[in-house]
């Protein structure tokens, strides 16, 4: 129940910013630095789910099975999810995009700025890289730091963690929410593509649950299990 009244809250915080930032676009300029502030409550995240896995002595006493293991149910989960979108937009005539390809086809195909997708990319890479870097600080903090700091009262630690995570992750929706309403991307999207635009959510998650079923098949966890932890599609594997 608390699980749900969490997911509750977070679609609430993102829809209200949304609704708010709707009403502010023509001031969107202005509001540049959130992408820097997104960045930073990411970072920030990762960090102290970091600590947390530093601190735990079963996690770091099984950390070579525990990281094989994700490796693969990373992979099994990934694949499944890509494996489902290829064979999803084959069935229902979608482009990469998750736009009918026909709908694309009759329209004027705008020359691609490759500078632009090379930046992006290497923007993401380097995202990529300080989201491990700052996993590895948080662990190596969690684990020479915090049983000194928090000796005899670890339950204060996850207190703390618990209550810091529900609200970075509480901001990074509402600022989330608050681009997207700046944009108005998505209401564009959805009048220009129309429903056929969950397809290809919907069968990213179905993938990567069949890839966590699989898992359980192959491994010493139950298919429930698999699923279980595939559900989570790598927020912490």
Not at 111 to 132: G, H, K, R
Not at 192 to 202: D, Y
């Amino acid at each position: 129940m608390d699980t749900l009244k969490l997911l509750a809250m977070y679609w609430s915080i993102m829809l209200a910013c949304y609704f708010i930032a709707s009403r502010l676009r023509q001031r969107a300029e202005s509001f540049g630095f959130l992408n820097r502030i997104l960045t930073f409550f990411i970072i920030l995240l990762v960090f102290i789910m970091g600590l947390q896995m530093g601190a735990d002595e079963e996690v770091t006493s099984s950390l070579g099975t525990i990281g094989l293991q994700a490796v693969i149910m990373t992979a099994l989960a990934v694949g499944g999810s890509m494996l489902f979108v290829f064979l999803g937009r084959k069935i229902f005539g979608l482009n990469r995009q998750g736009v009918p390809a026909a709908d694309a086809e009759s329209k004027v195909s705008a020359v691609p700025d490759v500078a632009a997708e090379q930046q992006s990319s290497n923007s993401d890479l380097i995202m990529t890289l300080l989201i491990l870097a700052f996993v590895a600080i948080g662990m190596g903090c969690g684990y020479f730091a915090v049983p000194k700091l928090f000796a005899g009262n670890m339950d204060l630690f996850e207190t703390i963690c618990s209550k810091s995570l529900v609200i970075g992750l509480s901001t990074l929706l509402g600022i989330i929410g608050f681009n997207m309403g700046l944009s108005g991307d998505m209401e564009k999207h959805l009048r220009g593509v129309g429903l056929s635009v969950i397809v290809i959510p919907v069968l990213a998650v179905a993938g990567s649950l069949v890839g966590g079923a699989v898992y359980g098949l192959l491994s010493d966890l139950s298919v429930r299990e698999g699923i279980a932890i595939s559900a989570r599609f790598g927020w912490y594997t």
